[in-house]
């Protein structure tokens, strides 16, 4: 059923009147009347998700169009939002990747309260992240989480078996360095596995994992064991090296899409752009799996246990100096995005939304080319979450601090040891002590 903007109009209508009684010429806005709200997306070309939540609102709300502004991805991107909604000129409606910039645009003051908006959405994962003294600032509309991606067709050829869920670091490393082994056996220039140049790639999976982590006490010990055997992959050529990764510009798309690396840790997300590419010609065609995430140790290992991963939630904002004639729509547009038609358009494309049900699991294992073996079934639904980006004053400061860190590292300029204790004097004395 189609329909106008609801309700929400009746708060313009009031100031309408309020206006209207105080002198004011201003007309009642009308409900039905076009209108036009601008939505923050990146790499637009290949991360179909902005168009189809901006085309499934319109299909409901045919009187308001969603126009798409591009911005860069990466942490570029919340380098530019800030930018921009410093000089007004921000998009109404913006995403937040992650929790790390949360608390600098509440803060802020650079989103608009739409408490309104959530005390209708009934249980959202993750919706209290976004609450700041009972008040919410935004609205999640996807909750990825990290898994291992694979290429069954490279286990094959090297001849080493694939993931079966019952993988610790330990043996996830064992297997990179055979397939490394068995792929050059093989005529095969492709490498083990890949580690994309993200920190997350080490530190997410360390404070997620390792019992009594906390990113706010400044200790960073616990990621040494992690960036040991990063470097160990790098020094057996299992995996490219973080310079190569850098300086050739290595994409992850195309490192696993074009069958460089038989595995890749990265999140849920993915799914939706190897689907996209392979439909482009920008990734092969082979078979392919999804496991749960190396674990810590084997009390979280196997399908009858619950694997421990990472992932922040991705939310919808809305700018506080939208016009009040586009606010009512803008609300509702983070309404739908939260809901569970948006939620189904999105598996429809192979995203994992904020609220997944077995609608949505069956909607997204539906799509062609999506792999239908009981595994990937199970890494994809069955987990803990554990926030990347614990919400604080600090967390920002902290992250871009250990981004320093998670180069320097990988680099294998100074050592584990001594760049993680220089990080933690960092921390103390630019962050925490501030």
């Not at 009684?21 to 209108?35: M, Q, S």
């Not at 871009?400 to 860190?405: A, K, P, R, S, Y």
Request: hydrophobic fraction near 40%.
């Amino acid at each position: 059923m189609k329909r106008a903007i609801p309700a929400v109009i009746s708060a313009a209508t009031a100031l309408t009147l309020v206006l209207a009684g105080c002198g004011g010429g201003d007309e009642p806005v009308d409900p039905n009347a076009p209108v036009t709200i601008t939505l923050a997306g990146w790499t637009l070309a290949s991360t179909p998700e902005f168009k189809t939540l901006a085309d499934g609102f319109k299909a409901t709300h045919p009187n308001v169009t969603v126009e798409l502004k591009e911005y860069a991805p990466g942490n570029d991107y919340d380098t530019q939002m800030i930018t921009d909604l410093a000089a007004g000129t921000a998009p109404d409606v913006y995403v937040m990747k992650n929790l790390k910039n949360f608390y600098t645009y509440q803060s802020g003051g650079q989103l608009l309260d739409v408490s309104d908006v959530t005390s209708g959405l009934g249980s959202v994962p993750a919706l209290a992240s976004y609450q700041v003294d009972g008040k919410a600032y935004a609205v999640p509309y996807r909750l990825d989480s990290w898994v291992l991606y694979y290429n069954k067709d490279l286990f094959a050829k090297a001849k080493v078996a694939p993931p079966d869920g019952s993988w610790t670091w330990d043996e996830y490393t064992d297997a990179a360095k055979r397939l490394h082994t068995g792929l050059k056996a093989a005529g095969s220039n492709a490498t083990g596995a890949y580690q994309h140049t993200f920190q997350s790639t080490v530190q997410g999976f360390a404070l997620a994992q390792t019992p009594n982590a906390d990113l706010l006490s400044g200790d960073f010990g616990f990621m040494k064991p992690y960036y040991e055997r990063s470097l160990d992959l790098q020094a057996a050529g299992a995996q490219p090296t973080f310079g190569t990764a850098k300086t050739n510009k290595l994409t992850y798309q195309a490192q696993f899409g074009k069958q460089q690396s038989a595995m890749m840790l990265m999140g849920t997300w993915y799914v939706a752009t190897l689907l996209n590419q392979r439909q482009s010609g920008d990734a092969d065609k082979f078979q392919w799996g999804i496991a749960p995430a190396p674990q810590f140790d084997k009390s979280t290992t196997g399908t009858s246990a619950t694997p421990v991963t990472f992932g922040d939630p991705t939310a919808l904002g809305i700018n506080p100096k939208i016009s009040k004639s586009k606010a009512a729509a803008a609300k509702e547009f983070l309404k739908y995005a939260a809901g569970p038609d948006a939620g189904k358009a999105l598996a429809g494309i192979g995203i994992t939304p904020a609220q997944v049900t077995d609608a949505v699991t069956g909607t997204l294992f539906a799509l062609d080319g999506v792999p239908q073996d009981d595994l990937s079934k199970f890494a994809y639904a069955k987990h803990t979450i554990k926030p990347e980006n614990p919400v604080s004053k600090h967390t920002a400061g902290l992250q871009n601090l250990l981004n320093e860190t998670h180069s320097a590292i990988l680099s294998d300029s100074k050592g584990v040891d001594a760049e993680l204790s220089k990080a933690q004097t960092r921390a103390k004395n630019e962050v925490l002590n501030q």
